[in-house]
């Protein structure tokens, strides 16, 4: 049993309700970018590789419908700077803990800039599990959820002033 203590506020004609947390569990599998510019196969994301995963990378759970604390992020790495890597536990899964029971939408997010790639990271497109039930002191497993690589472009778009044509450089 745990002691739950409420100081501070006056809790008379209060209901107060204790339930289980509940978590999300799930693989990540993500696309391999060729260096001729196609995708190649995917690559189950391990402890070993982390690697891969962008910098920036970001897996959140978010209740649909919204209610007060139905917003949770996968655990990740303790880092100096805001930003740290997703942590993969033991089984090479991402968990999402301390979840209120309800459905949520699992974002993964990459933002694709820079400092994701300088240290080996690949650049995805973000993806989205919709409808996830989470209930009381249950783990909802998402099994493996695949990441597309994503390509960059970059460069600068001119038109001549004298021409009907675009020019990308």
Not at 77 to 91: F, H, I, T, Y
Request: one cysteine or more.
């Amino acid at each position: 049993p745990a002691v739950v203590k409420v100081l501070g506020m006056n809790v008379t004609q209060q209901d107060i309700a204790l339930v289980k947390s509940g978590l999300i569990k799930g693989s990540l599998a993500i696309q391999q970018l060729l260096a001729d510019g196609t995708t190649g196969p995917f690559l189950l994301a391990s402890q070993a590789n982390a690697g891969l995963l962008p910098k920036n990378f970001r897996i959140e759970a978010r209740a649909n419908p919204w209610f007060q604390g139905g917003l949770s992020a996968a655990a990740a790495e303790r880092c100096a700077s805001g930003v740290c890597p997703v942590l993969l536990d033991a089984n090479n899964q991402f968990v999402i803990e301390g979840l209120l029971p309800g459905t949520y939408d699992v974002n993964f997010v990459s933002r694709n800039e820079s400092a994701d790639s300088s240290a080996g990271g690949v650049h995805l497109v973000s993806a989205f599990v919709p409808g996830v039930m989470v209930s009381e002191g249950r783990t909802a497993e998402l099994g493996t959820v695949a990441l597309v690589a994503a390509s960059q472009l970059r460069g600068k778009v001119t038109v001549a002033a004298d021409a009907d044509q675009t020019a990308i450089e």
